[in-house]
């Protein structure tokens, strides 16, 4: 919950409470003009500042009381030689700087704007900047001029004109406050510059009126206030040259904080990693005083993650859905071919490894070569260093990866202009030397896969077939393709993070990318408008979802979690 309370140069301004999200309070004098209005807001525990913008306006300062703008005392009036007006007794009114004055009088009726009076002024004179004007101004009406103080004379007392001065006197400002300043906690983070409209909110045309963004400005005011009952609290200051109806408006937006267990009593995780992969962590599942209820709001996520990485990266992560109770079985010399789409070979640079999913229910042996594709993305001539080695499979009922590496790595002709970019611009030849291997299979086109092609006797190529008819068969979907990852060294255009983090925002998922380093590396995660936490586990819970996708082997450690987020019923 914020609060913000503003004081103005006499009187004290609204004090105003609002849901943590948005605050404001507004400061403008009815009676009143100043040269300076204030408002404090107050951060606390728990919470943290992601915005704060400023809406400033300034306008002449009307018939204003005097006190509100200059202080009065009494004085002496200079000699005139005249016996009569040298009985007067006087006061000054000391405005402290140059204003511009349209009018002076005593109100009659409390209100500065209804009724008004000489109150037994007799002579008015302005400063001249040396000394007093030697013409006087006769009764109370002033004709508009600058100066920084009058001199007041009355055939009265000067204590009483003084006090009458004080609490009953009302002088017209007509002049647009201007060299308008805001400050927080005393140090100027914005100044009006004279022609300037770039800190103008789009919306806005009118003189003097502006929208400012200083959030990073209160957050470092607010960092170093020291604590005090729970809250930190800082000022901001709107300051004008010439005393003016100011307004300040502070908008600021604060979210609570929720740092949740990442396993039961732990705020840290570890998590080897033998291949690349898929993760999800419900951010609160461990936690049985978690905060959420149902309307609250995730608006950001940060962490830290720390981590050893090698250079290799494998693309896809994500699995095709495979075709139930259908495999691809390579046996007695058979040999297939796998298409490497052209999405997954441009990220890299050179070849160390292909990734099938295979199973050998006794054991198997597979041999190959790396072929290059001509320019219709048809199977070509062997690429050099793309030989493959027997690779051996030990008895593996069900699928599982195999990694089928070359001797080196393969380095990659540099990228083609993708509109002249073969579809598939490379292609695994694969045998199986002895034992039988069965090739899970898919039609899921979201992800990634091989197209798939067979070896004439001589030589040639051909779409599989069942029972002589090529596939798809009549009616099928879509063409069967192999699960494929590529096994690579990044190209030096196209950098791919080790760690991707997710969390789905309102309209799409919000992704950041990283390479952990032991160090550690921060990483912030904005959802807009937000998104509501979603129910897990048993007893059900409010959770957040965090995905990683993990595209290499390694070690990866998640600290530091912080998730922020608005509560829907606007409460602390």
């Known amino acids: 919950m914020g609060l913000v309370d503003g004081m103005a140069k006499v009187a004290v301004g609204k004090t105003e409470k609002y849901a943590e999200v948005q605050f404001s309070t507004r400061l403008r004098g009815g009676d009143e003009a100043a040269s300076e209005v204030q408002a404090r807001i107050t951060l606390p525990e728990g919470t943290r500042l992601d915005r704060a913008v400023f809406e400033i306006s300034a306008a002449p300062g009307g018939p204003t009381s005097i006190s509100s703008v200059a202080t009065v005392r009494e004085a002496v009036v200079p000699p005139t030689g005249d016996a009569r007006l040298d009985k007067e007794h006087g006061c000054t009114i000391d405005f402290g700087r140059l204003v511009s004055v349209a009018d002076l009088y005593v109100t009659t009726t409390g209100h500065v704007r209804k009724g008004g009076s000489s109150g037994g002024i007799s002579r008015i004179f302005p400063w001249t900047g040396v000394g007093w004007a030697t013409a006087a101004v006769s009764g109370s009406k002033v004709p508009e001029m600058q100066t920084e103080r009058l001199l007041i004379t009355t055939s009265g007392?000067?204590?009483?004109?003084a006090d009458t001065l004080e609490h009953y006197g009302v002088v017209d400002l007509p002049t647009q406050p201007t060299g308008l300043e805001l400050q927080v906690e005393g140090s100027t983070v914005w100044f009006e510059r004279q022609g300037s409209t770039a800190?103008?909110?789009?919306?806005?045309?009118?003189?003097?009126?502006?929208?400012?963004?200083?959030?990073?400005?209160?957050?470092?005011?607010?960092?170093?206030?020291?604590?005090?009952?729970?809250?930190?609290?800082?000022?901001?200051?709107?300051?004008?040259?010439?005393?003016?109806?100011?307004?300040?408006t502070v908008r600021a937006e604060i979210l609570h904080e929720y740092r949740p267990p990442l396993a039961p009593h732990a705020f840290t995780t570890t998590m080897p990693l033998a291949e690349e992969q898929l993760l999800t962590l419900a951010l609160a599942e461990n936690d049985i005083t978690s905060p959420f209820a149902a309307g609250d709001s995730i608006r950001k996520v940060s962490l830290t993650v720390r981590g050893t990485f090698g250079p290799e990266r494998v693309e896809p992560v994500e699995e095709p859905v495979a075709v139930p109770a259908t495999r691809l079985v390579l046996g007695g010399g058979r040999t297939m071919l796998l298409?490497?789409?052209?999405?997954?070979?441009?990220?890299?640079?050179?070849?160390?490894?292909i990734r099938l999913k295979v199973s050998a229910s006794r054991g198997g042996e597979l041999a190959g070569r790396l072929l290059v594709g001509d320019h219709l993305g048809r199977p070509g001539d062997p690429v050099k260093g793309g030989e493959v080695p027997p690779v051996a499979l030990t008895p593996t009922p069900a699928p599982a990866w195999l990694t089928i590496p070359f001797p080196a790595a393969v380095t990659l002709a540099e990228p083609a202009p993708p509109d002249t970019l073969p579809a598939v611009p490379y292609w695994l030849e694969l045998t199986a030397t002895y034992g039988e291997v069965a090739c899970e299979v898919t039609r899921d086109a979201s992800v990634p896969a091989a197209p798939l092609l067979r070896r004439l006797p001589?030589?040639?190529?051909?779409?599989?077939?069942?029972?002589?008819?090529?596939l798809p068969l009549v009616g099928d979907e879509a063409p069967l393709l192999a699960p494929l990852r590529v096994v690579g060294l990044p190209g030096k255009k196209q950098p791919l993070p080790a760690v991707t983090v997710r969390v789905d925002g309102p309209l799409t998922a919000v992704v950041t990318g990283a390479t952990p380093t032991p160090e550690g590396l921060g990483l912030e995660i904005g959802l807009g408008d937000g998104v509501a936490p979603t129910a897990s586990g048993s007893p059900v819970r409010l959770v957040v979802p965090v995905h990683l996708r993990v595209g290499a082997a390694g070690s990866l450690t998640l600290e530091d979690v912080v998730v922020l987020y608005q509560k829907g019923d606007k409460t602390t």
Do not use: C, H, M, W
């Not at 007392?157 to 004109?161: E, I, S």
């Not at 990073?216 to 003016?244: C, F, Y």
């Open 339 to 353: 298409g490497i789409p052209s999405e997954l070979v441009a990220p890299f640079g050179a070849l160390q490894a």
């Open 157 to 161: 007392a000067a204590d009483d004109l």
């Open 458 to 470: 001589g030589g040639g190529v051909q779409p599989l077939s069942i029972l002589g008819r090529p």
């Open 199 to 248: 800190a103008l909110a789009p919306s806005s045309t009118t003189p003097g009126s502006y929208v400012v963004d200083r959030t990073d400005a209160v957050r470092d005011a607010l960092a170093k206030a020291r604590p005090a009952n729970g809250n930190r609290v800082v000022t901001a200051t709107l300051r004008a040259t010439i005393p003016g109806q100011l307004a300040l």
